[in-house]
Each structure stands twice: as structure tokens, then as C-alpha cells.
């Protein structure tokens, strides 16, 4: 049998750019909906030989007698490989669950729906019983799933560990990461508990705003997307001068986003596009897509924002880096931290007394529900981390079948009631919530870095624009523990960040 070539890392960095901007591509026509059918597999198929054992054991042979200064580069061209080896071996299997779930519908009042409709449903119901009864009804369809999810799970962890050669999942995501995340962990649940009090007096407000006076002590979880919407401010933050301020925030830091060729604005209103906010980076630092569609609400500044955190960063990494430090990183706590300052302009009561008009102390008022939903949501993912590191030390003998601490631990750290079958949909594969949870430490390092630099104002200079355009330069080769270190923190300093979530 004939075996197809494989390819020096050189030309494979070179191929793997193509294909990855073909898939890009591919994935934004679809999404922004110019495209009604996606033909990712027709892409997938004509760069089969990337993703091939053989072409991962000659990177592995190439990397291991490279120099200090390459094998970085062609440490994460291996895990690319890796990661994309897993992905063609589960391909099928990920598929039928994907259309298996497309296909799921509950009914709520007679009105059939998409099970993943029923999520945004939750997002816009007014009525505080109606939520409590869809997300029910939601939970219910949901769990169905799960011996599913759990067959999948299983099936990825083996082939990650047959691939990458590690059986244990917690060392081989400490390898990728290069942190402990054990002792991440010790960091972010100190910082949580520093920060109770503060977080209770804040819920209590805001519950009884958002939700109203008939809600229970302890709302169930299904009221999450209705509380991150915030609607009792919509008439404040409309739909339509969204973009309009959003691009004036971004030109006070000194990016005029309307001018970088590099940036592709797709900010059009078109029935067919997902209305969820998004960077494409499909060829970074020359092609970048950022794709909004304002919905109404200050969750559409925030989205806008924080994808303009993600496209700057992309679109300013210096253009002579190899592609792979232009690209790829070890995980996603690197460009998190650009896309987190950007979205911190919107904590600032300032920000919303200049663009809305408002009052000092309405403008003190709707900056502090910003922090409520921040401190809500810092919280609810270092419970996810506690809680997927339990499940994943003891997945050699579980398999994933008990859902441990899963529902007390969220619960105990929101004030919302989460429900324990949702186990397995409420994680993400990699151990994504470290990744956001270091951004956040970072985050709160560097505005407190910006306020020391540029001063209180940090969040409308060009000053502050000239500081990230640096850390921009450098691509994603650094890592977040890196960035750490170039603005003055050790890495698991969480005392900007407890400041930040005490601040109320
Ligand atoms: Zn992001």
C-alpha cells in the first residue's frame, strides 16, 4: 500500500495555514449567512494528510531534535497535529451526536421547539414562573443526552491519551498549559471566598431587580441567560447606537477600528446570521473578521467590545512571526486577557455617564450590575474547575458516571440552583474554564497595571492603546504566566482581582 509523504514541519506550518484559512473562511460564510450549506468536509478531506499518525510521529522526530529556539514551534505544530488526528477518528461518532441534538425539541405551551432554541427562549421570557418551567423542560430534554455525552467523552479521553502518550488527563492539560492547576486552583478559591460578602450583597440587589419579588431564595440556574441580558436597562443601551459607541470606546484607546484595513467589520443585520458576536482570525495579522448583530441591551456593548479585544490583538501581532506564533497558541488564555480589558471599559461608571448621558450616581448604578453578572460568572467557573478537576482525577475508575460535587459546589458559589444532570453538558473539553479563569486574573493585573501607567482614565487614552500594542506584537507566543511577568504580577496574584470583585 502506498503511503502518502509526509511533510517537513516547514511545509507543514506552510499547508496547515492554507487549510486553516480555508476553514475559516468556510465556517464565517456560513455563520454571517451568505452561505446556506457548510462544506467544511469537502475542505476536511482535501488536507486528510495533515492529520495522519505517520505525519505526527515525523514532527514528533523533528521536534525532538530541534533546537531551544525552534521547539517551541514545532511543540504546538505537534499538538495541532495531535488534536487534529482525534478530531478525524471522531469525527463520525461527534457528528451523529451533533445531529441527534439539532433534532431534540421540547414543548412549552403547546409551542414546539429546537432544544437549543429553548436556551435563547430563556434569554427574553419575562415572566420569572415561565423560566422556572422551560428551563425545566429544557434540563429534562437535556439530560436525555448524557449516556451519549458520557460514550463520547470516554472515547475522546482514550485517544487523547493513546495519542499524546499520557494516561493521566490532569497531567497532560498541566503539560500543554505548563501550570499547575492545582495550585490555580488554590489561588482562584481563595479569591472566591475573599470575595463572598461582597458578592452576596450584590446578589441580593440584583436578584430582587432582575428577577423580581416573587423569586425564590434560590433561583434556579435557568434564570442565567435572563439575568446576563439585564432588561430593566434596555431602553438605555439600545440596539441601534451599539456600534456607533462601541467604535468611538475603542478609538479613545487609539484604534480606529473603521480604518484598519486588516479588520473586516461585518456588523450588518441579515436574517440568516448567528446573532452571537465572534472573531475569525483567519489569517492573522492580515485578515480578521469581527462579526456582531446588535440584539438590544448592554450584553451587545459588552459582546462588541470583547471581540474587539480579540480582533485587535490579532490584527496587531507582527506580520514576520512564523505563522504558528502568529496563530496558535497552547490554549486560549492568552488573547482572553485582551478580550476581558476591553470588556472591563464597560465596569467603569465613567464609560457609562459619557456615551449614555446618565447621571454620576445612575451611571455608579449600571456599572455595578456589570460587576454583579463579572462576579457571578468568576465564581460559577472556579466551582466548574474544582469540580472538573475532581471528576477528571477520578475518571480512571468513574468513567464519568457520578456527577460528584457538581451541583452543590456551583450552587453554593452563585446563589443559583444548578441541577446535577447537567453534569456533562456544563463542560468544555480541555479544561477551557482554567483557561478563562487565568484570563481573568490577568485581566485585573493589567487594568491595575493600566491604572498605574496611564492613570484612572486608562479606559479612554491612546496611552493605553500604545501599552497592549506591544503585547500585541507579540502574537500568541507567549503565554499568559508570560504576559504576567512583563507587566510586573507573579502569576497567581489574585489581589487586582479580589480589589475588582470587592469594589461594591
Ligand atoms: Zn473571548
Avoid at 431587580?209 to 443601551?237: C, D, F, K, Q
Avoid at 469540580?387 to 452563585?414: C, I, M, N, V
Avoid at 446535577?420 to 456544563?426: A, V
Wanted: charged share 30%; net charge negative; hydrophobic share 35%.
Amino acid at each position: 500500500m502506498a503511503s502518502t509523504a509526509v511533510l517537513s514541519a516547514a511545509e507543514y506550518e506552510k499547508r496547515l495555514q492554507e487549510y486553516a484559512y480555508e476553514r475559516s473562511e468556510e465556517g464565517r460564510r456560513v455563520r454571517v449567512g451568505e452561505k446556506e450549506v457548510s462544506e467544511q468536509a469537502a475542505i476536511v478531506a482535501r488536507y486528510r494528510d495533515l492529520f495522519t499518525r505517520d505525519q505526527l510521529d515525523a514532527l514528533r522526530e523533528e521536534q525532538s531534535s530541534s533546537s531551544d529556539d525552534e521547539r517551541e514551534r514545532l511543540y504546538r505544530l505537534c499538538k495541532t497535529c495531535e488534536s487534529g488526528v482525534i478530531s478525524t477518528e471522531l469525527a463520525e461518532q461527534e457528528d451523529a451526536f451533533e445531529n441527534a441534538i439539532l433534532q431534540a425539541r421540547v414543548t412549552f405551551r403547546g409551542d414546539e421547539m429546537p432544544l437549543r432554541s429553548a436556551q435563547a427562549r430563556l434569554a427574553v421570557l419575562d415572566s420569572y414562573a415561565d423560566r422556572e418551567e422551560l428551563g425545566e423542560l429544557e434540563r429534562t430534554a437535556s439530560a436525555a443526552f448524557n449516556p451519549r455525552r458520557r460514550e463520547l467523552l470516554e472515547a475522546r479521553e482514550q485517544l487523547d491519551a493513546d495519542v499524546s502518550g499520557e494516561p493521566d488527563p490532569i497531567a497532560r492539560n498541566e503539560e500543554e498549559k505548563a501550570i499547575s492547576l492545582r495550585e490555580l486552583e488554590r489561588a482562584l478559591v481563595a479569591a472566591s471566598q475573599a470575595t463572598t460578602e461582597a458578592y452576596e450583597r450584590l446578589r441580593e440587589r440584583w436578584f430582587d431587580r432582575l428577577l423580581g419579588p416573587e423569586r425564590e431564595p434560590r433561583p434556579t440556574n435557568a434564570h442565567v441567560h435572563y439575568l446576563r441580558r439585564v432588561s430593566p436597562l434596555e431602553s438605555t443601551y439600545t440596539k441601534d447606537q451599539a456600534v456607533e459607541i462601541c467604535l468611538a470606546t475603542t478609538l479613545a484607546l487609539g484604534f480606529d477600528m473603521t480604518a484598519i484595513a486588516n479588520i473586516h467589520l461585518d456588523l450588518e443585520d441579515r436574517p440568516q446570521k448567528n446573532p452571537r458576536a465572534c472573531v475569525i482570525a483567519s489569517n492573522p495579522p492580515e485578515v480578521v473578521h469581527l462579526i456582531t448583530r446588535a440584539q438590544g441591551g448592554l450584553s451587545d456593548y459588552q459582546a462588541f467590545l470583547h471581540e474587539a479585544g480579540h480582533a485587535l490583538h490579532y490584527a496587531g501581532v507582527d506580520p514576520q512571526l512564523p505563522y504558528t506564533f502568529r496563530s496558535i497558541s497552547r490554549d486560549h488564555a492568552l488573547t482572553e486577557i485582551y478580550s476581558y480589558i476591553f470588556e472591563a471599559v464597560t465596569r467603569e461608571p465613567g464609560w457609562h455617564a459619557q456615551y449614555f448621558g446618565l447621571s454620576d450616581a445612575q451611571a455608579a448604578e449600571n456599572a455595578e450590575v456589570t460587576l454583579f453578572l463579572e462576579a457571578l460568572l468568576y465564581r460559577r467557573y472556579t466551582a466548574k474547575l474544582q469540580y472538573e478537576l475532581g471528576f477528571w482525577s477520578a475518571f480512571a475508575d468513574e468513567r464519568g458516571t457520578s456527577a460528584r460535587d457538581y451541583a452543590p459546589l456551583l450552587s453554593e458559589a452563585t446563589g443559583l440552583n444548578y441541577d446535577e444532570r447537567n453534569y456533562l453538558s456544563d463542560m468544555d473539553a480541555g479544561f477551557y474554564s482554567a483557561d478563562y479563569l487565568r484570563a481573568w486574573i490577568r485581566a485585573a493585573q493589567l487594568r491595575a497595571y493600566l491604572v498605574r501607567e496611564v492613570g484612572d482614565d486608562w479606559w479612554r487614552s491612546t496611552r493605553t492603546g500604545e501599552l497592549l500594542r506591544d503585547l500585541f506584537r507579540e502574537g500568541t507566543r507567549p503565554t499568559s504566566e508570560e504576559v504576567a511577568a512583563r507587566i510586573g504580577y507573579e502569576p497567581l496574584d489574585t489581589a487586582p482581582l479580589v480589589a475588582d470583585l470587592s469594589a461594591a
